[in-house]
């Protein structure tokens, strides 16, 4: 089954030297349980997709669906969880606040507890012992454990990742790909724009995006 589904999209920049035609009828399907790559080259365009696939940016032209629905404002958590470039961490929170952000915004899970499912996260990706410090006092690639932990929690039916690995080492980078595979696997639609060659590894397949348009590697 489709969850996520882009048509034709359009997106371009104003700019004084005139405007940027990023997109240029971006079309692509990823169905549930399914985990792909999107590569391409620097500034082609794979961090204005996701902006736009994930409901945070509107197509100029082209329409974009999740689960069959229409996208015009980010949908919910569950629906769609995203990992954006910048990450996006609220920084009055500690990351174990973060990392259950998605779980207390859900209407449907009021009131349950969350301490394991956030404590297990954060082993795995080993950030264990770091739940009650603030974004500010841990390191980049350990904020985007934590936006990572954050974007699964809530085995969201689309799942979109921006560079998920870019701050990562070899020793933490495989487990943050087993946690993407894993959602993948459990049935969320994953799809990450990457450099990295051990995601594209993990991939079921690859999209390339190169002049504005998406193609299959
Ligand atoms: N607000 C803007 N105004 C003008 N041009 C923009 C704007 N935002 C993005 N661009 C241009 O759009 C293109 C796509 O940028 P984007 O960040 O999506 O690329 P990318 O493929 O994610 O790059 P990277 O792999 O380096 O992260 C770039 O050429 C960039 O210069």
Redesign the pocket.
Known sequence: MTALRADGVHRS???PSGA?H?LRGVDLEVAAGELVTLS??????????VTLLCGFDQPDRGTVEVCGRSLTTPPPWQLCAVLP?ALGLAGELTLAENIALPLRLDPARRGHPVGDAVDGLMAELGIDGLGDRYPAEVSFGQQQRAALARAVITGPKVLLA??PTAHLDRRSAPAAVAVLRRAADTGSAVLI?T?HDLVHRAADRTLV?DNGIVSVH
């Open positions: 920049f104003d700019h940027v990023v391409g080259p620097s500034g082609s365009g794979k961090s204005a997709l470039q921006d560079e724009a450099h995006l």
